[in-house]
């Protein structure tokens, strides 16, 4: 059985820093993507990032690019999102995501087989 699970969440003020983490177990994803999603109250779930397993390359939503960084241990099987200069607006649930269908760093939620339960990450301004 897959399981996804995140740690890392928080409070913290504006302009500060968090590291999110995304263990995986039950299986590898080798040539797949892993990605972190975050949904706002009142709003949709959006992109924030997506790496490969294999390889490594990256895609970034454009309201993080610079700030945030995904990156990987594949001998640990996780996936990590170090999140600096937090802003008010960054404010979500975090959630990690790992595809089995696709083999490109996809930004489309529906492409994404298994979920984790989520982190709360909170901002204030």
């Known amino acids: 059985q897959v399981q996804l699970v995140e740690s890392g969440g928080g409070l913290v003020q504006a302009g500060d820093s968090l590291r999110l983490s995304c263990a995986a177990s039950?299986?590898?994803?080798?040539?797949?993507?892993m990605a972190w999603f975050r949904q706002a109250p009142g709003k949709e779930r959006e992109f924030v990032a997506a790496?490969?397993?294999?390889?490594?390359?990256?895609k970034y939503a454009d309201s993080v690019e610079v700030r945030f960084t995904i990156s990987r241990h594949n001998a640990k099987n996780t996936v990590y999102l170090q999140m600096n200069s937090l802003k008010h607006r960054d404010t979500a649930v975090y959630y990690c995501?790992?595809?089995?269908?696709?083999?490109?760093?996809?930004?489309?939620?529906?492409?994404?087989?298994?979920w984790g339960q989520g982190a709360q990450v909170t901002v204030s301004s």
């Open positions: 995501a790992a595809s089995t269908s696709v083999a490109y760093s996809s930004r489309w939620p529906n492409e994404y087989d298994y």
């Open positions: 039950g299986r590898t994803f080798s040539s797949k993507p």
């Open positions: 790496i490969m397993w294999s390889g490594g390359s990256t």
